[in-house]
């Protein structure tokens, strides 16, 4: 049986420019309104499909580089497209952000938001290389969501992922042993409390400000939630079942959402914090290893 067109965009994480107007595009907005001053050079961790980059440079004229930093070579390749009229302004690298290499920029600005969860439990390799590559008064602005867990870690889109795979047949109360036995840890999980985030940041950066809202996310059909959980989550969640059902799962993910809108009038709330952090005096400083001024 040949893949349905949502496990083919799940493989891919196409789709998620459109996928991104549900909740991700609100932190874009928000985090660059937060940018001052004439910046020269922006980094965004988790660049994805190019979209902070395209808008940072627009909005900001003296960028003189903006570069993104993404593991997806088919986000790579949409970037690409996407940022091709501003030339060498902008510069994309494929990376692995729980181990990522040095570059030759020193950056007023850094970003990366909706993505800190994916590097679960080496956050602190990233806060690290943030500290090493913001210039002098730099600010690395970031994003993080806190949905409330229950006892098995699982909340926000693990719930919606439970709910699925009950409808398709699996108990409720054996979806914590599923992901488990698949390796799969609960984005409930792998998203850190805020004080948890304050002690894994804090040898390298400190907390210049921050704020916060309540991101919600509504739905005008399932099939619109299907396409967003394909193109945000992937197969991250799928592979806990034989391919030939995973196209049932992401429809069975887009029901529930659906069910949810109809019942609550949204599919989900939580709390997002915008954290504006600056690298510790040491790294402020002239002085020691740092890469080279871009």
């Known amino acids: ?165 009950a409808a398709l047949g699996t108990p409720a109360e054996d979806v914590p042993a599923l992901l488990a036995a698949h390796g799969v840890l609960p984005i409930a999980t792998r998203t850190r409390t805020v004080d948890e985030l304050l002690a894994v940041l804090g040898p390298h950066l400190r907390v210049a400000d921050h704020d916060e809202r309540d991101a919600v996310v509504g739905v005008e059909s399932a099939a619109q939630y299907e396409h967003f959980h394909a193109a945000t989550f992937g197969d991250y969640y799928a592979r806990v079942l034989p391919a030939g059902r995973r196209a049932d799962f992401y429809r069975a993910v887009g029901a529930a959402a659906w069910r949810r809108q109809g019942e609550r009038g949204h599919v989900s709330h939580m709390p997002v914090r915008l954290w504006e952090l600056t690298a510790r005096e040491e790294f402020v400083s002239e002085t020691g290893n740092r890469p080279s001024r871009a």
């Open 1 to 165: 049986m040949s893949p349905s067109a949502v496990e083919i965009q799940a493989r891919t994480l196409a789709g998620y420019a459109d996928a991104s107007r549900l909740r991700q595009v609100q932190d874009r907005d928000w985090v660059l309104d937060r940018v001052t001053g004439r910046p020269e050079t922006l980094i965004d961790l988790g660049s994805g499909i190019g979209q902070l980059l395209e808008s940072a440079l627009l909005r900001f004229p003296s960028l003189r580089l903006a570069v993104g930093l993404e593991r997806s070579e088919h986000r790579i390749a949409e970037a690409a497209q996407r940022l091709a009229p501003f030339g060498e302004r902008s510069a994309l690298h494929a990376a692995d952000l729980t181990a990522p290499e040095q570059l030759p920029y020193r950056a007023q600005v850094i970003t990366q938001t909706s993505v800190l969860h994916w590097l679960y439990p080496d956050e602190d390799r990233i806060f690290a290389w943030v500290a090493a590559h913001l210039a002098p008064g730099g600010r690395f602005l970031l994003t993080t969501y806190h949905p409330a867990r229950d006892a098995h870690g699982l909340g926000g889109e693990d719930e919606l992922v439970r709910e699925a795979l």
